[in-house]
């Protein structure tokens, strides 16, 4: 019974490094943050709403959201729910959440 409860706890242990690493792999750096925000008020966009999709770091939009480009930046933009949010345009999932 302990070996199994070890063998649980390490998994979960090995579980979360994984979603620490991933969630590390996105560094967004104070200048770059400063150009989005900026543009974003420039540049403001009618909020949509996505049904059944959570405002998380992670979480992938679909497809019929339409993001936007920020010149000399990665990521794309959309506001959901009047809330910006930065998107990884390769896989969709949302990087930052702005309020």
């Not at 925000?37 to 979480?59: C, D, H, M, W």
Request: overall charge positive; charged content about 25%; proline content about 6%.
């Amino acid at each position: 019974m302990r070996t199994n409860f070890k063998i649980a706890a390490a998994a979960v242990l090995l579980l979360a490094g994984v979603g620490a690493v991933a969630a590390q792999d996105v560094v967004i750096t104070p200048e770059q943050d400063t150009v989005v925000r900026e543009y974003v008020k420039k540049q403001p966009l009618a909020s949509v709403k996505v049904p059944g999709v959570e405002l998380n770091v992670g979480t992938a939009l679909p497809e019929t959201v339409e993001v936007h480009e920020i010149p000399n930046v990665k990521y794309r933009y959309a506001v959901i729910d009047n809330r910006t949010v930065l998107v990884d345009p390769g896989t969709r999932k949302i990087v930052k959440v702005y309020d």
